[in-house]
């Protein structure tokens, strides 16, 4: 790289070369004042706030859009620099409504800060202003023209960070806004409310709708912590006043998502303070849920487990452990049910979300997690998008596809549904739902066919390929054209893109995993990038973007029924022996249940209580009724959580949880990045950390959990587990760090695989494709598809008032022919009925879904979608059908 000498303010510097001035002043903490410029987005020089006198040029330029040249010398404090700043502040205020006391973005405004600093006072050029309504009505964003100074920040961070474009510049002259198309109030345009706008404003013309209150800079303690919904793994600050939290801001160092947020992320902390959060234990006592002291319900469980493990054995309970809760508090569970216990009944959400994927790309690769990072995404060349719905489901991952599609990216999407990314993709294969291994092993025959195959990497990196090959014959596109509903010019083209790219990445997530075939489906992905040489190198690899917030890191830490911490099994007797030594105890040598076996265990009494931690199985499982029977047929239930969940009312005992807010520790995001999760306020009321609960609990069994620091938990999981060995709180520090990271040098992984796979070759394997196991048919005549939208995740956000307000109610979507048939209106409601109960649900009609097919959300607690799903599992993970199954849908008689 070429330096450049320069000379600022007297300082000899030096600067790579292609560095602006602005660039160079901040790379050597010299201050400039800056409203239009953000170091995420192109630079306009629109507001030339930071000019500087450069020696040889006559005017003043604005060192953000000036480059550094060798020798140059550089004046950015002179007295003829800040006079001049100085007036362009005041030409600013000269029409800006400069009434700070009564500005809703009091105390966080740049061009007050400044106007500060460089003496202006009052008004000394007398401009007109404006008087225009303000866009008040969504429940997110306040949005006042009047303070708008027109520096373009939020037009850019929308178009070049978000890929929305929704905002511009309209009008001329003095009358020129900013706002969507049209004028349009926010709630009427493609606003998705992610706030970057928000978070760019450098006044209060765009502003939060506050959850608590203002706080001025000097009152707010900003604590960057780790988002508790989806498994992007988005870092921002909560902003902390008296011990309250007052808000959300982006932190710009947050290593995955910058200052991008998506609604969740950005306006859905007000969850913390929704008046259902349960702030003391309960009892039930006559069959009513009663407060309770801890002692008492912390005793009543410990005798309870006892008397039920001396009375029917170990295995006769059960737990499931929490995706919404830290790794320290996962690894404490599983010990708990483990060391104390006694049992590998232990178990959590992931079996009916990506189980498939640890159980495919184990067998595969050797490894069951995401091969490749998140940074590389802007820069892949192609993206094979096949059941995944980024721009709802991992919003910020889309948010970089969009940032890849704009520089030129590829994209093949792969959804029965139109979703978003459709829409902009290069090829969209709309095929028939359940038949993805059908679709796969096609496009691999056509590859083969075409001799795009990478023989080198085929020939070097794995083995049984040959039984593969033969199996792929069997899938000549005509075939599975005919079985996917996918033309065979589709079929040619995805094949194409996809094979002859230099480098390419492949996305999945439940539409994948999510069926009888779960586990076919990812190990036929990881066949499809292996056929290409398309793993172990930079954008490139198959990315499951996993569920919710820690679902990686709970199956990081055994919160599984064969695997202890690090999925060293639980079936290896060296390996057992580890944790016994560890552990002082001896443990149980076979493995537990998994979680859709625990109700039929229940209902046949082999399983007498369970221990639910931060999960709500009568909502999320499959097949709600039998799951429900399940957990009323146990003598005993204990569920830990923030609110009062479907399955907390069934319980016997509820001990009342932290949110994540409340508590330190760490989550491990879809790219395998351990980031910390930093205690804000403390725990609600009467609630504790679920780690504290679960030690005090050991405490009162006999096995002495004699810590709660967290951090000394790390410790322990990180001694005990290969993949975290070089992992400590202190080592995260701010942007954590990638697994595996083998030792405490270790800098972390961002590839997986790159010399070899981590089972030494890569595994090719013939797959046969399977239909789902239940069709539509005569009686049930809808294929019922199930996915997130972008305003909730799971029911957790019901909790949030503000999402919940603008997202309240299912609207099942169905496509124009259908509801023309069945003579439905937008927004009638209607009953849906499957083989195992019903509902009712009111229905959006649009040709995003094909004709048969009824899509529906999880978000509702009010329309329950899975009293309606298959119980039907896959064979290796036993992860539900959510996916497919048959269902009728009907007016409602008046
Ligand atoms: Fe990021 Fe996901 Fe949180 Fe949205 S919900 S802010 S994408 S982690």
Redesign the pocket.
């Known amino acids: 790289m070429e330096w450049f000498s320069l000379k600022i303010d007297g300082r000899e510097v030096s600067v790579p070369k292609g560095k602006t001035v602005l660039e160079a002043c901040r790379m050597h903490d010299i201050p400039i004042p800056t409203l239009c410029h953000d170091p995420e987005l192109t630079s306009v020089g629109a507001c030339r706030l930071c000019i500087v006198q450069i020696e040889g040029m006559r005017n003043l330029p604005p060192s953000c859009v000036t480059q550094v040249a060798q020798g140059m010398v550089v004046e950015t404090r002179n007295s003829k620099v800040r006079a001049a700043r100085k007036t362009i502040l005041e030409l600013l205020v000269a029409n800006h409504p400069l009434n700070c006391m009564v500005c809703q973005n009091m105390g966080n405004c740049a061009l007050a800060e400044y106007a500060y600093e460089y003496g202006v006072t009052g008004k000394p050029y007398q401009g007109e202003h404006r008087n225009l309504p303000a866009d008040d009505q969504n429940p997110f964003i306040l949005r006042d023209p009047n303070k708008c100074i027109l520096c373009g920040k939020c037009i850019r961070v929308c178009d070049e960070i978000q890929g929305r474009s929704v905002l511009d510049f309209s009008f001329r002259g003095f009358d020129t806004q900013v706002g969507p198309a049209f004028n349009l109030p926010y709630h009427e345009s493609d606003c998705v409310f992610c706030g970057s706008c928000v978070s760019v404003c450098p006044v209060g013309a765009l502003t939060e709708k506050k959850m608590v209150g203002k706080g001025r800079p000097w009152e707010v303690k900003k604590v960057q912590t780790t988002?508790?919904?989806?498994?992007?793994?988005?870092n921002?600050d909560l902003n902390v006043k008296d011990e309250k939290v007052i808000g959300v801001t982006s932190n710009p160092n947050a290593p995955?998502?910058g200052k991008a947020?998506?609604?969740?992320?950005?306006f859905g902390m007000d969850m913390i303070y929704n008046p259902n959060r349960l702030t003391t234990p309960l009892i039930r006592k006559d069959g009513v849920l009663v407060p309770a002291e801890w002692d008492e319900a912390l005793d009543l469980v410990a005798m309870k487990f006892r008397e039920i493990k001396d009375t029917y054995g170990a295995n006769a309970l059960a737990a499931l452990s929490s995706a919404h809760c830290t790794n320290e508090e996962n690894y404490l569970m599983q010990k708990f049910m483990r060391a104390v216990i006694g049992t590998n009944n232990i178990d959590h959400c992931a079996r009916v979300c990506h189980a498939p994927t640890v159980a495919g790309l184990a067998v595969s690769f050797g490894s069951g997690a995401s091969t490749n990072s998140f940074d590389e995404i802007p820069d892949a060349k192609v993206m094979f998008v096949i059941g995944a719905n980024p721009t709802e489901a991992?919003?910020?991952?889309g948010t970089k596809m969009k940032q890849a599609l704009a520089k030129g990216a590829k994209l093949i999407v792969a959804d029965p549904r139109q979703i978003e990314l459709a829409e902009c993709s290069d090829l969209w294969l709309r095929l028939r739902p359940g038949t993805d291994v059908a679709l796969i092993n096609g496009i691999m025959n056509i590859i083969l066919a075409n001799g795009w195959e990478d023989c080198k990497f085929i020939e070097e990196r794995t083995e049984e390929f040959e039984h593969f090959r033969e199996n792929v014959q069997q899938y000549p596109p005509e075939i599975v054209s005919q079985i996917t509903g996918v033309p065979v010019n589709q079929l040619v083209e995805a094949a194409r893109i996809y094979a002859t790219a230099e480098r390419a990445m492949i996305f999945y997530t439940l539409g994948i995993t999510e069926h009888t075939t779960g586990t076919d489906n990812v190990m036929s992905l990881a066949n499809l990038a292996m056929l290409t040489g398309n793993v172990g190198k930079e954008n490139s690899g198959v990315n499951p973007l996993r569920g919710q917030?820690n679902v990686q890191g709970s199956c990081d830490m055994g919160a599984l029924p064969g695997d202890y911490p690090g999925y060293q099994k639980v079936v290896n007797p060296e390996v057992r022996m580890k944790f016994e030594e560890a552990w002082g105890v001896p443990l149980n040598p076979n493995i537990g249940i998994m979680l859709p076996d625990m109700f039929a265990a229940a209902i046949s009494k082999n399983l007498r209580a369970m221990y639910v931690m931060g999960e709500d199985p009568v909502i999320t499982d499959a097949d709600a009724n039998h799951v429900r029977k399940g957990l009323e047929s146990l003598d005993f239930l204990v569920v830990q959580d923030i609110f009062m969940s479907e399955t907390a009312k069934l319980a016997d005992v509820v001990f009342p949880g932290a949110s994540f807010a409340e508590k330190t520790g760490t989550f491990t995001n879809a790219e395998r990045r351990v980031q910390m999760v930093n205690q804000a306020i403390k725990p609600i009321g009467n609630a504790k950390t679920d780690g504290e609960i679960i030690d005090e609990l050991a405490n009162r069994m006999g096995y002495p959990f004699s810590y709660f620091s967290p951090e000394q938990v790390m410790q322990e999981a990180a001694n005990l587990t290969p993949l975290y060995a070089g992992i400590t709180h202190s080592r995260l520090g701010t942007q954590g760090l990638q697994w595996p990271v083998p030792n405490t040098e270790h800098l972390g992984s961002k590839v997986l695989h790159q010399e070899t796979f981590s089972r030494g070759k890569g595994l090719f394997k013939a797959i046969a494709f399977q239909e789902a196991n239940e069709l539509p048919d005569e009686e049930y005549p809808f294929l019922l598809n199930t996915g997130r939208k972008l305003s909730h995740?799971n029911v957790f956000t019901q909790n949030s008032e503000v999402l919940e307000s603008y997202s309240p109610e299912e609207l099942a979507e169905i496509n124009p022919l259908d509801a023309k048939r069945l003579g439905f209106q937008e927004g009638e409601r209607v009953k849906v009925t499957s083989r195992r109960g019903g509902l009712e649900t009111k229905i959006r009609i649009t040709e995003r879904v094909p004709s048969g097919m009824l899509f529906m959300t999880f978000h509702y607690t009010e329309t329950p979608t899975n009293v309606l799903t298959n119980g039907a599992s896959d064979k290796v993970s036993k992860t539900y059908e959510y996916k497919a199954c048959g269902v009728q849908i009907t007016k409602i008689a008046n």
């Open positions: 988002c508790p919904f989806c498994g992007t793994g988005c921002f995955v998502n947020l998506c609604v969740k992320g950005r991992h919003p910020i991952v917030n995740y």
